[in-house]
T-cell receptor
Framework: TQLLEQSPQFLSIQEGENLTVYCNSS?????LQWYRQEPGEGPVLLVT?????EVKKLKRLTFQFGDARKDSSLHITAAQPGDTGLYLC?????????????FGKGTLLTVNP | DVKVTQSSRYLVKRTGEKVFLECVQD?????MFWYRQDPGLGLRLIYF???????EKGDIPEGYSVSREKKERFSLILESASTNQTSMYLC????????????FGQGTRLTVV
């Protein structure tokens, strides 16, 4: 059973379009993180959200943590080819250990020029 | 800058060989992790260590062992490599505190023939 479900699995869009990636669970998380992974590299942290309902912005990226801390979304405005990569959500289960990150399977985003 | 360095980017080994994957971090992190990443399956935790000589099994430890003799170094050992262990292996490290960021190495693509 996958604790964190990401959708869509694949997304191919044109430069300038907006997009949203979702990360859902039936479990409560003490925090959720979003990572981006480029081909041939390890994932790199984009953001950590901790409080239910929290919204964080990172330039053209907007991250939201659901009120119940079971889901999160990543919205990209005016996507650029440099946004291409694998986007991974990951979380620490509430009441679980504070070392074990649970990962979703990822959303592979391709932004075409 | 935090650096997590994996000893090899690419490795080709024969079935039955004993394989060592090495990882070194320079941030004095307490936690170190080994994941494998496969298409459609995402990142899965093999083993982690929260201190020198301490280790705990992750979600898929079968066929693997680990060693942590020094704080900065965490080794993954495939006792007898098999073709189903062909994968991308990612090492990560983090501080031992809640909601902390994981820093990843660049990955080792292992092919077992």
């Amino acid at each position: 059973t996958q604790l964190l479900e990401q959708s869509p699995q694949f997304l191919s869009i044109q430069e300038g379009e907006n997009l949203t990636v979702y990360c859902n669970s039936s479990s409560v998380f003490s925090s959720l993180q979003w990572y981006r992974q480029e081909p041939g590299e390890g994932p790199v942290l984009l953001v950590t959200v901790v409080t239910g309902g929290e919204v964080k912005k990172l330039k053209r990226l907007t991250f939201q943590f659901g009120d119940a801390r079971k889901d999160s979304s990543l919205h990209i405005t005016a996507a650029q080819p440099g946004d291409t990569g694998l986007y991974l959500c990951a979380g620490f289960l509430s009441g679980g250990s504070n070392y074990k990150l649970t990962f979703g399977k990822g959303t592979l985003l391709t932004v075409n020029p | 800058d935090v650096k997590v360095t994996q000893s090899s980017r690419y490795l080709v080994k024969r079935t039955g060989e004993k394989v060592f994957l090495e990882c070194v971090q320079d941030m004095d992190h307490e936690n170190m992790f080994w994941y494998r990443q496969d298409p459609g399956l995402g990142l899965r935790l093999i083993y982690f260590s929260y201190d020198v000589k301490m280790k705990e099994k992750g979600d898929i430890p079968e066929g693997y062992s680990v060693s942590r003799e020094k704080k900065e170094r965490f080794s993954l050992i495939l006792e007898s490599a098999s073709t189903n262990q062909t994968s991308m292996y990612l090492c990560a490290s983090s501080f031992r505190r809640a909601n902390t960021e994981a820093f990843f190495g660049q990955g080792t693509r292992l092919t077992v023939v």
